[in-house]
């Protein structure tokens, strides 16, 4: 079972760069499934949040044990997306 998490969170997307931060947050998504599938985190879960008069368009949590959430976050694929 998870005892950890790491939050990412994302605003809301510069009008003409839609596409671009779609292609991201796509991305970002294959590559979490990809640990998932390897084994490395337990779940994903992302959220988009309407419009609340702050700069939060969404997040994603990751769950999944402390270690190996850290060892996530320190890689190199990670720190690129």
Do not use: C, W, Y
């Not at 949040?49 to 949590?61: M, N, R, S, T, V």
């Amino acid at each position: 079972m998870a005892d950890f998490g790491v939050f990412i969170g994302f605003g809301f997307p510069a009008r003409g760069r839609e596409e671009a931060a779609t292609k991201v947050f796509s991305e970002i998504m294959q590559f979490l499934t990809g640990q998932v599938s390897q084994g490395n985190i337990e779940a994903v879960e992302p959220a988009f949040i309407q419009p609340h008069g702050g700069d939060l368009g969404g997040f994603i949590l990751v769950r999944g044990d402390r270690a190996k959430l850290d060892q996530m976050v320190a890689s190199e694929g990670f720190q690129r997306l």
